[in-house]
């Protein structure tokens, strides 16, 4: 399959978008995610016990729900990225491991496989995330209380 110069354009666009998801989350810095995602974007992340809905509200959530892990790191890979014009849909595969905060200076490290399914779409400020739903894969070493988010 040959690619024109637009399209490789377009797919790196995507997945520089891609990894500055991965970044924003992981520096926690909410605000940056208007710059990923479409205003209307819809977000998904109930299957791992978090919230879904609006930007705005995915923001609130990020912003109270990530105090308790100090540390995070998404790696992204396998992207799956299939571009149409000014619209497209990826499946990525996402390892995170993650710190959680135990209390009394105790932290515990557990890390969770997933997929991230998207929607994208070109705008006039490049390309943005329109929706996004998170897929579980697996888990381990997951911290007491948290064990059943595997559906283990």
Known sequence: MTMSLQEMSDRFEVQDLLADY???????SWDELDDIFTEDAFIDYSVMGGAKGSLAEIKKFL?????????????????QIRLRGDEGTGRIMCTNAQVMDMGEGKRHVFLLGLWYVDKYVRTDKGWRIRERVEEKSWG????????????D
Do not use: S, W
């Open 22 to 28: 991965a970044d924003a989350i992981d520096r926690k």
């Open 140 to 151: 381990h070493n997951l911290p007491k209380g948290l064990e059943g988010l595997m559906g």
């Open 63 to 79: 912003a109270e729900a990530m105090t308790i892990f100090p540390h995070t790191q998404h790696l992204v890979a396998n992207m």
